[in-house]
């Protein structure tokens, strides 16, 4: 069975936010949300200081305790391991938002744009009045995922069924695949590297790596 996951090379990442803009961009998110976000992160001590990026957003978890505490079983975990939001079930109570453990979720009431009242062509063309008082987050661009399903392509590799983050990465420290088919990118980059998860101790098994050495 497939799950697909997510690895980023901490090494490689130079902190650009093209992977943030390109989120921003493909969805159409308004000001003030961001399905995909970069931490600037200081660490040591002076004179021995040390600047790392951490992109952060959903972590898709094989657990998710969004999913334990959604009352209109809004949010899924699907069998290819990506999380859900069905919008037409989702009442915006927000339960949600505060049993996440990444703070990647977010409710809008209202409609609001970049540059006021009106939207500009590319928010107007990815404008979606579902997502207005429900809770939404990163989706791994699942629509993408199911384009694959449908056209044979290999998500991770094709870059019309990879996400937009991954595809925009000027440094190329983003890889995306199948953790479960060993040929893929993303298993052969965790197979030969040290990493980590955010919050593992929670028990939520996310699926979103971070490489930061050489085994």
Request: net charge negative.
């Amino acid at each position: 069975m497939k799950r697909y996951v997510m690895a980023i090379d901490l090494r490689r990442c130079v902190g650009c936010q093209t992977c943030t803009a390109a989120c921003k961009t493909v969805n159409a998110t308004p000001p003030g949300v961001q399905w995909r976000r970069v931490l600037d992160v200081e660490s040591g001590e002076f004179p021995d200081v040390h600047r790392s990026f951490l992109p952060v957003a959903c972590m898709h978890c094989a657990n998710p305790p969004c999913e334990d505490v959604c009352p209109t079983s809004a949010t899924k975990k699907r069998n290819d391991g990506l999380v859900t939001i069905d919008y037409d079930l989702c009442i915006g109570c927000a339960n949600c938002i505060m049993a996440c453990p990444y703070e990647a979720r977010s409710i809008v009431h209202e409609s609001r744009f970049a540059y006021g009242s009106k939207p500009i062509a590319s928010e107007a063309a990815r404008f979606d009045p579902d997502r207005l008082g429900v809770a939404t987050k990163c989706t791994f661009c699942k629509d993408r995922i199911d384009l694959a399903e449908r056209t044979g392509q290999v998500p991770g590799r094709d870059p019309e069924v990879t996400p937009a983050c991954v595809n925009s990465c000027i440094s190329g420290a983003m890889y995306f695949g199948d953790i479960n088919d060993k040929t893929s990118d993303v298993s052969q980059l965790l197979a030969q590297t040290q990493h980590f998860r955010l919050h593992e101790e929670l028990g939520t098994n996310p699926s979103v790596y971070y490489v930061w050495d050489e085994k």
